[in-house]
DNA sequence: CTAACTGTATCACTTGACATATACACCAAT
DNA sequence: ATTGGTGTATATGTCAAGTGATACAGTTAG
């Protein structure tokens, strides 16, 4: 369970937090029933504040991903093996669905939209350590704490 | 040139003003050449601040997309035919950037995403009514029966 | 030159997200 | 009950983005 952030990374820190904890349960390295660290324990490791990693806990357990048992340590919440992909598969969709508005508004054919999206995945097919990943520009796939509205690159709903 | 701007809808009125014209030199309803209306003009029609309108502009002259004389109006920039839709593609990559990233960090292959992406594509496809069935509440440049043929073109000085 | 148009640089204000300090609530073991 | 562990609600501070009012600079026509 290797834990980086980078708080001049632009991405929020409770953000890193949430996604490198996302991307190590996807992966297998923390399986369900695992306790996380404890907030102290992160907070001293990480230099952050403990309210920070509590925040980042606090949005997991709403994404249904850990489960919160007061004065105890958060778990991984028990899910499916296939659970897992499909959650992947969601978060995917969500990253995905203001493009699909702009697929739309520019009048691109589905075809071409897919294409230039296979075309871009291998372009950037650079095998970077896969670990953390705190980049994640602007557009971000949601779990945030707005979610309401605003986003970057072109609108949406 | 049918502008709407939705104060309310959380995208920047800066923003929303970009994609709208980005959206009308894509569908060719402006040409390079045509001039874009005033800043003054624009801002009593939509009730903003002139200086939000030179942003949007500036931006736009930015991304190379608008040519800026001192002085003079705005006017779209010569882009052959074919670069027309080489933008639309580029606007749609810009979108689909941070997706990218988002594939990568889950460890999806790039199979799965596309597919993912197909099927999203398909699915917001409303099969009655051709056209764009778009949902998109806030951001939306020609909706609407009203326009018909009236405005159109830039010149309105 | 003056007038009327163009765009915009500068500064001030508001708003919201983010991070933090403090204090509190819960649980388990002693 | 006390101690030491857990997570967190609340209020405060910081900072950047977005917007707007003002004043200024360039162009064109009279």
């Known amino acids: 369970m290797l834990i ?9 820190v409770y953000r890193q937090l949430m996604d490198q904890i996302k991307f190590h349960i996807a992966s297998g390295i923390l399986k369900p029933g695992d306790e996380l660290p ?5 907070s001293s490791e990480l230099g952050v504040n403990p ?12 994404d249904d991903i850990v489960e919160r048992r007061p004065g ?21 969709r969500k990253s995905l669905a203001p493009t699909a508005t702009v697929v739309k508004q520019l009048g691109l054919t589905d075809e071409e939209a897919v294409r230039a ?32 509205a605003a986003d970057e690159e072109v609108s949406r709903a």
């Open 72 to 92: 105890r340590p958060l778990v991984v919440k028990a899910v499916g093996g296939g659970a897992i992909r499909d959650r992947r598969i969601e978060e995917l």
């Open 38 to 42: 404890s907030t102290r324990a992160l």
């Open 117 to 148: 999206f296979a075309e871009l995945l291998e372009s950037t097919r650079e095998p970077r350590d896969g670990g953390d990943a705190d980049n994640e520009p602007d557009n971000e796939p949601n779990s945030g704490p707005d979610d309401g």
């Open 51 to 62: 309210m920070t990693i509590s925040k980042a806990y606090s949005f997991l357990e709403r």
């Open 4 to 12: 980086v952030v980078d708080p001049h990374s632009g991405v929020p």
